[in-house]
């Protein structure tokens, strides 16, 4: 397993994280994700910690706090071997303070995560989303507390537009609060939007990308292909609800380039996304997901060998698109550094 320091932190992660959104099954969007219950979460566990995965990332929202009650339970006894992210912000209750990042709902939160998980603290705590009502003094105090406190180590921001994350690090500057040292957000061959502003940012800024949906919402798994929709699968019971939008024909000349590749180098097509992911700049970590041990070992060998420098060429030209405005604008000036002008 490859190491990487998170951010300007201290903090050494594994290249690969295991994330638990398929733990629990709850509800109706995360009955599609996968079903996962306690004695199969320490299977999956178990081949994690073989391979040198020790870093698993959950939130409060998935399957209404059973996936961490899982995680935490298949975890017993060797809570000091691993690294836990969790989030919070999205909704977990019916009342008006049952989500946000308000100092009151964050503190119930957290408190909330650490019984779950079974643990007295958090290595990375995440803010979900953007919490446009609170003012980010008011969050960045409260995660301040927190991290004095040791009920978490690290904070992090996910899913927030540059100018939030922005704004957040301005503020825990001026104030000397702590600051974030983490961005997760979504990043794939299919969905680049990332390195128009955030990844620009996050690494101006030292902040280690973590990467969600590096397969696209699953769309880059090779069972989608030109003439050929998915007939099996999380995409073909309807788990693509609520992901990232993509163009078909965009999708199968990515993937097609995917396979092409993937011949060459005797690798799998999600094996081949992967390990293009673990060479663009500023990522420190990918979170990878599975259903099933043998979806996790097929995911595990995206590590260990390297894409040549003319198979990531030809990879990102395939997968390139217009940026929109100001970032086609700024593409033109040779001053704006990398990976604006990519």
Request: net charge neutral; charged share 25%.
């Amino acid at each position: 397993m490859q190491f990487r320091q998170l951010g300007r932190s201290g903090l050494k992660v594994p290249v690969l994280s295991f994330g638990t959104g398929t733990f629990g099954g709850k509800g109706d969007m995360f009955s599609k994700w996968g079903t996962t219950d306690v004695a199969e979460a320490r299977n999956l566990i178990d081949l994690c910690l073989d391979h040198g995965v020790n870093f698993f990332d959950t939130a409060d929202v998935y399957s209404r706090g059973a996936s961490e009650e899982i995680l935490g339970e298949a975890l017993k006894g060797r809570r000091n071997d691993v690294l836990i992210s969790t989030k919070a912000t999205f909704t977990m209750g019916d009342g008006p303070n049952d989500k946000g990042s308000s100092r009151y709902h964050l503190l119930r939160a957290v408190e909330a995560s650490l019984r779950r998980l079974g643990t007295d603290h958090i290595d990375v705590y995440f803010m979900h989303g953007f919490d446009a009502l609170t003012p980010v003094e008011e969050v960045l105090s409260t995660l301040d507390t927190l991290v004095t406190s040791g009920k978490v180590r690290y904070i992090g921001a996910s899913n927030f537009s540059g100018w939030h994350l922005m704004k957040s690090l301005a503020a825990s500057d001026r104030l000397g609060l702590s600051r974030y040292v983490a961005y997760q957000g979504y990043y794939s061959l299919i969905g680049r939007e990332y390195e128009w502003e955030l990844l620009p940012l996050t690494l101006d800024q030292g902040v280690g990308t973590m990467v969600w949906s590096p397969l696209g919402w699953g769309r880059l798994t090779g069972k989608i292909r030109r003439d050929q929709p998915a007939i099996e699968g999380r995409i073909a019971k309807g788990g693509d609800a609520s992901g990232p939008p993509v163009d078909n024909e965009h999708l199968y000349s990515v993937v097609e380039a995917l396979s092409e590749i993937a011949r060459e180098v005797d690798k799998t097509i999600p094996q081949v996304a992967l390990n293009w992911l673990l060479q663009r700049p500023g990522v420190a970590n990918i979170v990878i997901g599975a259903r099933n041990a043998d979806q996790l070992k097929a995911n595990l060998g995206a590590i260990g060998w390297d894409l040549t420098a003319d198979q990531v060429a030809r990879l990102d030209g395939v997968s390139r698109r217009q940026p929109i405005y100001p970032y086609w604008h700024q593409m033109g000036f040779d001053r704006n550094p990398k990976p604006t002008r990519w």
